[in-house]
């Protein structure tokens, strides 16, 4: 089996590249594609010249319909699966599911596809982690990370950066992103899937559990 995983930054990527060795089971190989934001979901249908951004969504419609044509031609005897993983941020998770799932229909040979959110921000699933959140910065605020509900729309990466104490006032997005990042590098390795509070991450352990 081979698994497609998409997500909207690099500070995703780096998280994924550290975290799936640890909770995929050998023999199953996988890809991951990081974009430059999210997007929004064309209004009509582009073909890739068409499409100049590197955004997510600006490319899914056409991402999707490629690995559909590309699992069909492998056959019987290798399946491929996307896995797709949004920040949910401030949108409705029943309507953007929706729209997602319309994309499929959209396909001329749709691919196996998973949609998984982080809800609000991927950092969610670092505070959703308190152990491995403390091993990498030793000397995070633990009165801060109690303020934090699970999954609750909030300001999470603003919330994850008071608690490491990270000034992010004045910062640039680049900066920020840097910064993003260098989270991911330093929280994931300490990560244990089944210790995690967070219900969005625990639903994609699920989904992948179910993939394979």
């Not at 396909?107 to 809800?119: K, L």
């Not at 910062?171 to 994931?188: C, D, H, P």
């Not at 990560?191 to 991450?201: D, G, I, L, V």
């Amino acid at each position: 089996m081979h698994l497609d995983f998409l997500i909207e930054d690099v500070s995703g990527k780096t998280m994924l590249e550290i975290l799936l060795p640890k909770v995929l089971p050998a023999g199953v190989s996988y890809t991951i594609y990081s974009y430059k934001g999210v997007g929004r979901i064309p209004g009509k249908m582009h073909s890739a010249k068409a499409i100049k951004g590197k955004q997510l969504l600006d490319n899914l419609p056409r991402l999707l319909n490629g690995f559909g044509r590309t699992y069909h031609n492998w056959g019987e005897s290798y399946k491929g699966h996307v896995v797709v993983i949004f920040d949910l941020d401030d949108k409705s998770l029943d309507e953007f599911l929706a729209q997602l799932h319309q994309l499929l229909e959209w396909c001329q040979v749709a691919p196996e596809t998973s949609f998984c959110m982080a809800i609000e921000e991927g950092e969610a699933w670092f505070l959703g982690d308190a152990n491995a959140l403390f091993k990498a910065y030793p000397h995070a605020k633990r009165q801060v990370l109690k303020t934090y509900k699970q999954d609750s729309i909030c300001g999470t990466w603003e919330k994850l950066a008071d608690v490491v104490g990270y000034d992010y006032r004045d910062k640039s997005y680049q900066e920020v992103g840097l910064k993003k990042r260098e989270w991911a590098e330093k929280i994931t390795p300490y990560m244990e899937a089944e210790n995690n509070q967070s219900p969005s991450f625990q639903y994609l352990m699920d989904e992948l559990k179910r993939i394979v």
